[in-house]
């Protein structure tokens, strides 16, 4: 694999030329929504092993795994049980991924399936305390549907996307997925849509990568606690990246900008994180004195809330636009 070039997007041009084309390359290799788990360790065997550079199908399930359906009444959400919660489709192993590595992760398609959900859980949410009673609305979508409706006066774009990626984290023992981690986990930002390239840093031989806890829509920090839930399917391609910058938790770009995410306990935590993290790149990458890089992501970087609703855990993003760093 050669060597990582100051941007990711130089290699991407190299290594994924099909997304930038806009194009979606035939899958290699398949899985299918049964095939899943819910949790993140390395102690989950792979379902499937790929060589860097393959482009894999999978179908996903909605957040619930089956609790919450189209025709599900509010019972559905008082008894819902959260230990099924968040299958995730994978893990693949990657073959050449080592820790230290980075693998990208290229988004090619995401399609969206024949339903959708969100609902209010009580003891669940941003704002739990405020909203103890249950709540649910499903949406049914037809091919090519680019709205879900709320009411009768109010639509919502459609933006699907994954809220769960992640690689295994060197640990045996068995994570929860709803919190953001290092290695991804619920991430739940929204701007993670079809043709983005997610930077993760590898962990374990092989990375073990999954995905899943996929949304139609969703703002940024999914404040009830759930985005509009649905099944889906998703193209996407594995690329191990080595010997370039080490990555402490994931990055992400598009043509547009590069972006870096930070979790903590706290917006404060997160959000130094993220600058700390943009500095680094436009130190590393881009060859800015430290100082200057940080005045830089003052006049033109963007803090973003990705989400809050995994209390106490956030996550904080930050986006730098190609227009003024160059593409």
């Given at each position: ?27 290699q ?7 899943t ?134 640990i ?56 509009i ?25 598009t ?14 935590e ?58």
């Amino acid at each position: 694999m050669q060597r990582l070039l100051p941007t990711f997007l130089t290699l991407l041009l190299c290594l994924v030329p099909s997304a930038l084309a806009q194009e979606t390359p035939a899958p290699q290799y398949r899985l299918t929504q049964d095939q899943t788990h819910n949790k993140f360790s390395s102690a989950i065997p792979p379902v499937l092993r790929v060589p860097s550079g393959a482009v894999v199908e999978v179908q996903t399930e909605e957040a619930s795994d089956g609790q919450i359906l189209a025709d599900s009444d509010l019972e559905a959400v008082k008894n819902l049980d959260f230990e099924p919660i968040h299958p995730l489709t994978g893990p693949i192993y990657v073959e050449g991924a080592a820790p230290g590595d980075v693998l990208a992760v290229t988004l090619h398609e995401i399609e969206l399936g024949a339903y959708g959900w969100s609902a209010v859980v009580p003891g669940f949410g941003f704002l739990a305390e405020d909203f103890p009673e249950p709540y649910l609305k499903t949406y049914t979508f037809e091919e090519g549907s680019t709205v879900a409706r709320f009411n009768d006066d109010i639509t919502i774009p459609l933006r699907p996307f994954p809220g769960v990626m992640g690689v295994a984290p060197a640990i045996e023992e068995m994570l929860s997925t709803i919190p953001p981690r290092a290695n991804g986990g619920n991430m739940d930002d929204p701007h993670l849509v079809e043709g983005v390239t997610v930077y993760f840093p590898v962990f374990v031989e092989g990375a073990l990568f999954s995905i899943g806890d996929t949304h139609a829509a969703q703002g940024m920090g999914e404040v009830c606690g759930t985005a509009i839930e649905a099944p889906m399917r998703i193209v996407y391609e594995v690329n191990v990246l080595k010997g370039g910058r080490t990555l402490e938790e994931p990055q992400y770009e598009t043509d547009d900008y590069y972006a870096v995410t930070a979790f903590a306990e706290t917006l404060d935590e997160a959000a130094k994180k993220a600058v700390r993290y943009m500095i680094d790149y436009l130190e590393e990458a881009h060859g800015l004195d430290r100082y200057d890089a940080y005045v830089l992501a003052s006049l033109a970087a963007d803090l973003k809330i990705a989400e809050v609703v995994d209390v106490p855990h956030v996550l904080v993003a930050m986006h730098m636009p190609k227009d003024v760093i160059g593409r």
